[in-house]
């Protein structure tokens, strides 16, 4: 049984269940709809209308509720500019008055503080002063060279601001003196342009709702304030309106301790006139509550992560079993996001209900705006063509995201009917939301832009719109929104207004971060701040005094970890309000250290499930128009199926770096287009340059001995070859290995003369099959293939006819093989042998739609040596026959459906430490941490 005698035995009620209780009270039947209930922010509103359903026990109608932003908000007719406009709007003007050049990412961060500044003006400016007086005497402020006021902490917050200037104490004053000069300007011109549109940002719409008839534009409800602290000038003026309009109850949170048994305690610095000029409907017999018995625990911890990590071992012994949400971790450090969104898979609970938001700049999200700018430095792009490129890309990305989410959820389906290993973890699920979530804020982030590009209130260039992009995306963070009412809440201490919990934990519990110690930039000085009544900042640390004291009045158990190691050679301090806890003696305390111990993890590889759309993932592609899956993705996955998923289901693209050394793979690249390019010219009597050029692939050329010895001969005509191709890849010219690739030239064209009858049939020409294929219970039809660097034809020593598919291999020499089974297995990886599984399927693919009845022969080329340039399947001339194309095939196709397709197989890591060694993705899967 709950009670409202704080005194008794019994756990006392929250306040919003206080709240309930006196407000039925006051009302006839379970109607509450004539009640406007406002809180400081909304999130309140969710427990409050629990506590109401719990306490009438049945069908209610129930009251309206609004945060205080909504309620001024609904009583003006102008309409919110959001904040991203605000800042753009205020450049322009700014701009002007200023007849600055200065870029817009160059303004953004202190046209956010100019904004600020104007918004604690319409605040809390009293009314009888003016906004003129208050700017003007910052600019006669500044003549009187009043810099010296300031403290070394505030100098650095001005050089903060200031920090596109020289660190000089007089560049600071020099910017500070022509923007105070105009400041009132800049203020007056702002309002008026925004006014002109039907807008106004927060401070200039609750002033105007406050100085145009308020009495006569209230709701027709009752305003029920609830749990209010510091009032601004505006909300104090609302408040007394309603007061004289018998229209308004107010209800106040506090307690005795720090009212009236220790008044001179910072906590209750701003109810006491609260109190007195809008008195509480509750008695104060029910504000002692934290005399009542209470275990409090200091924790030293070595690190911030450490406390992140230590809170899943605290909610597992702590979590009130009874009703998770009594159960609450306080995040005094809000960076500390990040460590407790890793840790949490970890704790054995239903559900957790995170309120913080997550920063972009930690998702996949921010990675992808900002390579998308990294990649088109080199490109000329208008702005309009750069959002269209963006937001294409962002969509997209967007798109693949919430595909996957899906993905997740019909594993999730099949789990539940009776598929436990498609079960997806938790963690992945969190992480794949996660992800969808931050890429469709920063896509409307960026469409938002767009719009406002639109309008001409964005203007900006291309690289002034990617330092922009960054700031903005960077500053941003995830709202985390689910349904408060449910599980362990994980909050900042301004997200426990109004909340009482029985288990705490508080994190971060140091000095310079309860309270926060960093001072808040202005270009209004502080003493001009409190002499016209604006924010100060021990105004903010009232306020976290009394939140942090709130928070502990009807608690039962406390536990406050502190980071107690040092900060560049300085000790971090414990916070203020923890030396008060242990001075007053109120409450006992115990105290405890962290330890950490390194332990070695036991190295597991992830492991993805195969989704749904996998066939249409496989086949999406940007650059073809009839897309297929080609052998390196299958000799890709053969060596490591995740390495597989990575690279074509995920499509997670190494980036392409270009550099004066030429590495292997462009080194083959130059040679495959060398190769072609001269017998494309030579045997179609083209230029170079038109050979290079030509789409054509199809050759069908018969090849003359002597002219092909001629054209090899040729110096001028191989050197402008070299030139063209060394161009086509961007590849930097090295004397070295412009020689390396004109002997190999000479070495296949010498074997080429060698050939009777030679016959060269095409050139990088591409040739796919369909294979038919089960997968999710369809007969699916792949089509696999790839780009043949050649097909020619010639005759063999008996004089028959052999087509011959050919691959240049300018890396280390693969030998001949004889077992068809290293063309699927890793028993001989690094050996090369996986070349054959390519070449063969090209084999096969010609002996169905070209070779006719014509022996077929696979070789790959090698120049390297000094003989056996050509390697393949068996004994020279590596002629294929019937028998070994059937077992290919059938190999082949035990292989897609018995494992690439396969329903029962997840893509998993490989156990071949040659195939990680080189692997782009290595450090996605952790192997970077594994010993080779």
Not at 329 to 344: K, Y
Not at 890 to 908: H, I, Q, V, Y
Request: glycine share 4%.
């Amino acid at each position: 049984m709950q009670t409202e005698n704080a005194n008794s035995k019994t756990k006392p009620m929250t306040f919003l269940e206080t709240v309930v209780s006196d407000l039925v009270k006051k009302t006839t039947g379970n109607d509450f709809s004539n009640y406007m209930v406002v809180f400081p922010n909304k999130r309140a509103s969710a427990f409050f209308n629990d506590a109401l359903y719990r306490k009438v026990g049945g069908e209610v109608w129930t009251p309206k509720y609004l945060s205080i932003a909504e309620l001024f908000a609904s009583l003006s007719d102008l309409q919110l500019v959001d904040s991203i406009e605000a800042v753009c709007r205020l450049y322009n003007v700014y701009k002007n008055i200023m007849q600055s050049n200065e870029t817009l990412d160059q303004f953004w961060s202190w046209g956010e503080i100019l904004l600020e500044d104007f918004n604690d003006i319409d605040r809390n400016l009293p009314f009888n002063y003016s906004a003129e007086s208050l700017l003007k005497n910052a600019k006669d402020l500044h003549e009187l060279d009043v810099f010296n006021y300031l403290t070394e902490e505030q100098r650095s917050a001005l050089n903060a601001v200031c920090r596109n200037s020289a660190n000089e104490a007089s560049k600071v004053q020099e910017r500070f003196a022509r923007v105070w000069a105009k400041l009132f300007d800049i203020y007056t011109q702002f309002n008026h342009e925004l006014e002109g549109e039907g807008l106004a940002y927060e401070g200039a719409l609750q002033r105007r709702v406050v100085n145009n008839d308020l009495e006569n534009r209230l709701p027709k409800q009752t305003l029920v304030f609830v749990g209010f602290n510091i009032l601004s000038r505006v909300e104090r003026e609302l408040f007394e309106a309603a007061r004289k309009n018998n229209k308004a109850l107010f209800y106040w949170d506090y307690d005795t301790y720090y009212l009236k048994e220790n008044p001179g305690m910072e906590a209750g610095l701003f109810l006491k006139k609260n109190l007195k000029d809008f008195p509480n409907q509750l008695g104060e017999d029910l504000f002692h509550n934290y005399e009542g018995q209470k275990e409090f625990e200091f924790v030293q911890a070595q690190t911030e992560n450490g406390q992140a990590y230590y809170a899943p071992a605290w909610i597992a012994q702590n979590l009130t079993r009874d009703d998770a949400r009594k159960t609450a971790v306080v995040l005094c450090n809000e960076d500390l996001i990040d460590g407790i969104v890793h840790a949490l898979p970890t704790v054995s609970v239903a559900d957790v209900n995170l309120t913080k938001g997550y920063p972009v700049v930690r998702t996949s999200a921010y990675a992808i705006v900002d390579e998308y700018f990294r990649r088109s430095q080199k490109k000329t792009l208008t702005t309009l063509k750069a959002f269209s490129e963006l937001l294409d890309h962002v969509g997209t990305a967007t798109q693949q995201a919430a595909s996957r989410l899906e993905d997740l959820e019909t594993a999730e389906a099949e789990a539940q009917a009776g598929q436990p290993d498609r079960q997806p973890s938790s963690y992945s699920r969190f992480m794949a939301l996660l992800d969808a979530e931050a890429l469709f804020q920063v896509y409307a982030s960026l469409n938002r832009l767009y719009t406002l590009h639109q309008k001409g209130l964005f203007d900006v260039n291309i690289s002034t719109l990617h330092r922009l992009v960054r700031q903005l995306i960077g500053a941003q963070t995830i709202p985390f929104e689910g349904d408060p009412l449910v599980g362990v809440q994980i909050l900042g201490m301004l997200e426990t207004r109004n909340l009482d919990f029985e288990h705490i934990l508080i994190l971060s519990a140091n000095e310079n971060y309860l309270p926060q110690t960093k001072m808040a930039d202005s270009y209004i000085p502080y003493i001009l701040r409190k002499a016209y009544e604006l924010t100060l900042p021990e105004h903010k640390t009232a306020a976290t005094s009394y939140h942090f004291y709130r928070l502990l009045q009807r608690a039962s158990k406390v536990t406050f970890v502190y980071n107690g190691s040092e900060n560049n050679g300085q000790p971090c301090d414990r916070s203020r309000y923890l030396l008060q806890l242990l001075v007053s003696g109120k409450h006992p305390i115990r105290k405890y250290a962290i330890e950490c111990h390194t332990q070695p993890t036991p190295f597991v590889s992830p492991r993805y499930g195969k989704p749904a759309n996998m066939v249409e993932l496989l086949l999406r592609s940007r650059h073809l128009k009839d897309p297929y899956l080609s052998p390196s993705a299958i000799n890709s996955f053969i060596d490591c199926p995740l390495q597989f998923y990575y690279n074509n289901v995920a499509r997670l693209k190494r980036e392409e770096i270009l550099d004066d050394d030429i590495d292997g793979r462009t080194f083959g690249n130059l040679f495959h287009l060398m190769a072609m390019t001269f017998y494309k010219a030579m045997l179609c009597q083209m230029e170079p340059k038109d050979a290079i050029s030509d789409k054509n692939t199809w050759i069908d050329k018969p090849v003359d001995c002597n002219e092909l010895k001629r054209f090899a001969a040729d110096n001028n005509f191989v050197e402008e070859i070299l030139d063209l191709v060394f161009d086509e890849t961007k590849a930097p010219k090295n004397p070295l290995v412009m020689e390396t690739l004109r002997r190999q030239l000479t070495i296949l064209t010498d074997e080429d003369a060698k050939r009777k009858n030679l016959r060269i049939l095409a050139l990088e020409h591409t040739m796919t099959r369909y294979f038919e294929v089960d997968f999710k219970g369809k007969k699916i039809q792949i089509p696999i293939g790839g780009i043949i660097d050649r097909l020619d034809s010639y005759d063999d020593d008996s004089g028959e006819r052999v087509v011959r598919v050919l691959d240049y291999k300018t890396g280390r020499k693969a030998e001949g093989v004889t077992d068809m089974k290293h063309f699927f297995t890793t028993d001989n990886v690094g050996m090369h042998d996986r070349y054959y599984l390519q070449i063969f399927l090209y084999a096969l693919i010609v002996r169905d739609q070209i070779a006719k009845g014509q022996k077929v022969s696979a070789q790959l080329f090698h120049p390297y040596g000094s003989r056996h340039h050509f390697v393949g399947y068996g004994k020279e001339p590596y002629i294929i026959d019937d028998k070994d194309f059937k077992a290919y095939e059938d190999e082949f196709m035990k292989m897609l459906n018995n494992r690439m397709f396969a329903d029962d197989n997840t893509f998993s890591g490989s156990d071949k430490s040659m195939v990680c060694r080189f692997c782009d993705y290595r450090l996605l899967c952790l192997k970077d941490k594994v010993d080779y």
